[in-house]
């Protein structure tokens, strides 16, 4: 089993929370970050200059790739999407032009996130890991996040990509964002309401990183989403109810979330029905698997 990993973006939600978790279980952790630390386990990398201090990787036996811009904080300008792919691609290419050109490592698993955006919209069509990738910019951005990251094959690793969804945390990510509307007394759905979203415990996709981790037989893509994905109507109701809330039975139109978002409206409204079966097949067993049991969990620390 890995006992020393290398964690990229290991400052974001789920990279703190998993380097945590990793910690307590007895494992050596190692981060990569942009700026430098007192911390003798953290090395620095410049993704855009193409630098990095190469021992980040010594004695290392996985790479959990989590680094990547955030995709929906700023308008989606030509160069802020540059931005948002380069981030992705190029910082998995600096990793395996680093794994290739060490003398030696004993690296065997990379494991990389990726996103349910990669099959673009699809209404109420059910995704699972053989499903077309889509149309869009979140769509593309995927596509060439994957096959970057399909090029550590080449490099005899074993590749696993886990395309998320809604982390669900307090802490931060999409959850907090979707929930201050609901806790101004304005919570009701955004256009139809009708549109999947897949979800995710915090707890659970931390688990599943280190499945990923200590299963060998994992490969391959897996959507890394809850048995049960819901509706936005579904989420905003059940936000409601935990925060004792109202849920107006309004719905948000389209044309206000275009003026207030522009392109980035795509990533509001997209419809991923996905299906977690490939996951539960590979063994990996959710603490949560109902969203009412989740939020309930997060709202009630």
């Known amino acids: 089993m890995a006992k020393k990993i290398l964690i990229t973006g290991a400052t ?84 395996f032009n680093t794994i290739k050109s060490a003398a030696s490592h004993q690296i065997k698993s990379f494991i990389s996130s990726s996103a349910v955006g990669y099959y673009g919209d699809c209404g109420d069509e059910i995704l699972t890991e053989e499903s077309a990738n889509g149309y869009g910019f979140l769509a593309e951005c995927c596509k060439l996040w994957e096959d970057a990251v399909d090029e550590g094959k080449k490099l005899s690793l074993r590749i696993v990509k886990l395309r998320t969804g809604i982390v669900l945390s307090t802490k931060g990510g999409a959850l907090p964002q979707l929930a201050q509307p609901v806790k101004l007394f304005a919570g009701a759905a955004l256009d139809s309401g009708k549109q999947w979203t897949p979800w995710l415990h915090i707890d659970d996709m931390v688990e599943m990183y280190i499945e990923a981790i200590e299963n060998p037989k994992m490969e391959g893509n897996y959507n890394a989403c809850a048995p049960f994905p819901v509706t936005n109507k579904a989420l905003t109701k059940a936000l409601a109810k935990q925060l004792h809330r109202p849920f107006w039975p309004i719905h948000v139109p389209k044309a206000a979330l275009n003026l207030l978002l522009g392109e980035r409206t795509e990533a509001v409204l997209m419809s991923s029905n996905t299906s977690a079966q490939k996951i539960l097949d590979a063994g990996f067993k959710f603490r949560f698997t109902h969203l009412d049991e989740a939020l309930k969990a997060l709202y009630g620390r």
Do not use: M
């Open 12 to 95: 974001g939600l789920v990279g703190t929370a998993l380097k945590k978790q990793l910690l307590s279980r007895g494992y050596e952790v190692n981060t990569l970050s942009r700026k430098s630390s007192k911390d003798a386990h953290n090395f620095t990398w410049d993704v855009y200059g193409g630098t990095i201090d190469a021992s980040c990787i010594a004695g290392v036996d996985a790479v959990v790739h989590l680094a990547g811009e955030a995709v929906a904080d700023k308008k989606w300008t030509p160069e802020r999407k540059k931005q948002i792919i380069d981030s992705r691609v190029k910082s998995t290419e600096l990793l």
